[in-house]
């Protein structure tokens, strides 16, 4: 981390010209105020490391929110005793942040769980594939490109048939394997499809291009905030029209993600979360707390590691722009936590690969937590509080099990 330099300090007697009256105001906060870093930085050679770059010349506006949120994230969220949830929306795998940067994330154990869209799940799929996604341009004619079998997610460009449709066909292939005939969370249909992605990583011999196939190596339990809403969830819908046994319960998500939560501070640790964008899956990890206090009510205080990069503002109240004091209104972030939470207003594009270069130069990897594996403990522990600290009853009038 970059040293604060003193300056030398010129004292007002220095400045003749200075009137008396300013000469004897009394200033008590002022040296508290200037005590910050000076922006002078070095002229930038070309031969600078980027963790480097990032430490001295990143000093003001969103630049200085995204040295803070690296700092932020390596310096407290990846200590031992921390559990870290990272949220995923807007079109990153697409754009290639699967490969650069989910994978390597998830294989040095800087992230323990994730939400993502589906769409994000899905396209990772191609990539594991090896279905070309291809670099394009957002000017192109989309008519001619609808043409051509070609869709376009703004510069990014896929195949129709051969890419979409083709990835379409082996999810259903696989979705009607026995190991999905039956009800499920999300966790555990994504760890199902990331050993197919696994497995299609080694035939088609690329190795970490697919953050599926990296997360079910790991134990990372990937969750979706809107199962339907993707096409996964398409293709899960298209295969129950011919019987398919899958029912994707999206309860069985929501209390083993508050189960993480929990586990993390009953274990004396602390939880962190990481959102890239904001849409549901912002608020489904979000919303753990909650759940824990105000539907389990169980004594807690919040997240206490905030990090968020987003384009959303927050003036409109949607979900997507609100920031980490809102949320502690919430409940969802501790109070005395605010000063660890940081929001830095860019695309996820750019701030991604710079935080996951920055974490990978300036600390070791972690040892993978595979929270994956752990989920009917940690559930089991989240019902037995919830039954300690409420009066309630199964509803069956049966003795609670956990
Ligand atoms: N083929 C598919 O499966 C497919 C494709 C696209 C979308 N979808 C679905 O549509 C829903 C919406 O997904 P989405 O990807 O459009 O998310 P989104 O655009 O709703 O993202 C939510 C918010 O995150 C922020 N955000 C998005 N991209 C960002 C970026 N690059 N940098 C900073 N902030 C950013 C924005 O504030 C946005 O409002 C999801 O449920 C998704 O699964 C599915």
């Known amino acids: 981390m970059a040293k604060t330099q003193h300056t030398p300090r010129r004292f007002r007697e220095d400045l003749s010209e200075t009137p008396d009256w300013l000469k004897k105001k009394k200033c008590p906060n002022r040296d508290k105020y200037l005590s910050g870093e000076r922006i002078l930085p070095n002229n930038i050679t070309g031969k600078e490391k980027l963790a480097d770059l990032v430490d001295r010349t990143f000093l003001a506006y969103n630049s200085a929110r995204l040295k803070e949120g690296c700092q932020l994230f390596v310096d407290k969220m990846l200590e031992g005793d921390v559990t870290v949830g990272m949220s995923f929306a807007g079109a990153l795998t697409p754009a290639g942040l699967g490969c650069s940067s989910i994978v390597p994330l998830i294989k040095a154990g800087f992230v323990d769980w994730i939400v993502a869209t589906g769409a994000n799940l899905y396209h990772d799929l191609h990539f594991a594939l090896n279905y070309p996604v291809r670099v394009g341009s957002f000017k192109m004619d989309d008519t001619d490109l609808r043409d051509n079998d070609i869709v376009r997610v703004y510069d990014v460009l896929l195949g129709y048939s051969d890419c979409l449709m083709a990835t379409d066909e082996i999810l259903r292939a696989i979705l009607v394997q026995p190991e999905f005939q039956k009800e499920m969370g999300t966790a555990e249909l994504h760890y199902l499809l990331g050993k197919y992605a696994a497995e299609w990583e080694r035939k088609t011999g690329l190795k970490d291009v697919s953050v599926l196939a990296a997360a079910y ?186």
């Open 217 to 402: 190596r790991a134990g990372v339990p990937c969750y979706t905030s809107s199962p339907g809403d993707s096409t996964i969830g398409m293709n899960v819908a298209g295969v129950e029209l011919r019987g398919n046994k899958l029912r994707v319960n999206p309860s069985i998500d929501v209390n083993e993600t508050t189960a993480y939560v929990l586990a993390a501070k009953r274990a004396g640790g602390k939880s962190a979360v990481v959102l890239w964008g904001g849409g549901s899956p912002k608020n489904f990890m979000l919303q753990t707390e909650p759940q824990i206090q105000e539907v389990l009510r169980i004594k807690e205080y919040g997240q206490d590691y905030f990090l968020q990069v987003t384009d959303a503002r927050p003036d409109t109240g949607g979900l997507s722009g609100a920031t980490p004091s809102e949320a502690v209104s919430w409940g969802k972030v501790d109070p005395t936590r605010l000063p660890d939470a940081v929001v830095c207003y860019t695309d996820t594009t750019i701030a991604l690969p710079i935080v996951t270069h920055y974490a990978l130069a300036r600390h070791k990897p972690r040892k993978l937590r595979r929270l994956f594996d752990q989920r009917g403990k940690m559930v089991q522990a989240l019902t037995k509080e919830y039954f300690l600290h409420n009066k309630a009853k199964m509803l069956d009038g049966s003795k609670p099990v956990f």
